[in-house]
């Protein structure tokens, strides 16, 4: 005997929302991995804790993936106790995921502090470091259109033998020896500091992974709730082992 009447509607609005999920899984691994390069090609984030929320949505990207399709089979053969395990598992996920959320609010306030001295040490280190750390550092100056930490003057006195000197990379049309006693000039260095950029782009990729982790949280917890009122109407329909 079937799922009839509204159970079966359930049963196609469980199915439904598993499809949902199994695409949310995919859009999750996707975030994880968008804000996870956003979060390190800019080379000033050091700290561990900065990985965390990322990586938390792709490894419950790839769960949601599987569990999803496991669901869709439990809702599709009206199987109780697969019905039953997708919705612990599912209950697991969202307490992650709210788990991953709060991490990326918590480490978004922290980011000031993190931004700050990532940067800083960058350019403490600049000089003495290698073509490849130069390299990132002069990147991240010309693709944000930046210099120094907080505005150029933090380059006094830590890069090159002419007083007021700067990166190169620091210049608003980029061309060799063009940040040579350059620092106070508006018109041909950028003052605006790496700081506030870096801590802008970052804050809207972190607030991103909230965003996404609180309404698939939102999605999961109505199909645990379809889950559930399937699980009932099989269970009266069928006489259960």
């Known amino acids: 005997m079937g ?32 804000v996870q390069v956003a979060l390190h090609s800019t080379v000033v984030i050091n700290n561990v804790s900065a990985s ?12 949601v993936f599987f569990i999803a399709f496991f669901g869709c ?17 599912l209950g697991l996920i969202i307490i992650t995921e709210i788990g991953a959320a709060i991490a990326g609010y918590v480490f978004r306030g922290k980011l000031t502090v993190i931004v700050h001295d990532g940067l800083n040490d960058m ?16 990147n991240l ?8 930490v907080t505005n150029a003057t933090d380059w006094k006195g830590k890069f090159g033998p002419v007083p007021d000197s700067v990166p190169d990379s620091c210049c608003i049309n980029v061309a060799a020896d063009c940040g040579q006693g350059a620092m106070g000039d508006a018109l041909k260095i950028h003052q605006t500091g790496c700081e506030t950029v870096v801590e802008k782009l970052l804050k809207k990729n972190i607030m991103w992974v909230i965003v996404a982790a609180l309404v698939i949280a939102f999605l999961q917890i109505m199909g645990i ?5 399937l699980m009932g109407g099989i269970r009266s329909g069928y006489e259960v082992m």
């Open 52 to 63: 965390s929320a990322p990586l938390v949505l792709i490894v419950v990207g790839v769960i």
């Open 73 to 89: 089979c439990g809702a599709w053969k009206e199987s109780y106790c697969m019905v039953t395990m997708f919705s612990i598992l």
């Open 123 to 138: 350019v403490t280190k600049y000089s003495n470091g290698t073509a490849e750390f130069k390299k990132a550092l002069d």
């Open 225 to 229: 709730i379809f889950a559930c009122m």
């Open 3 to 34: 799922v009839e009447g509204r159970m079966k509607c359930v049963k196609y609005l469980l199915f439904f929302f598993n499809f949902i999920f199994w695409l949310c899984g995919l859009a999750l691994v996707v975030l994880g991995v968008l």
């Open 141 to 148: 100056q010309v693709d944000l259109k930046c210099c120094g």
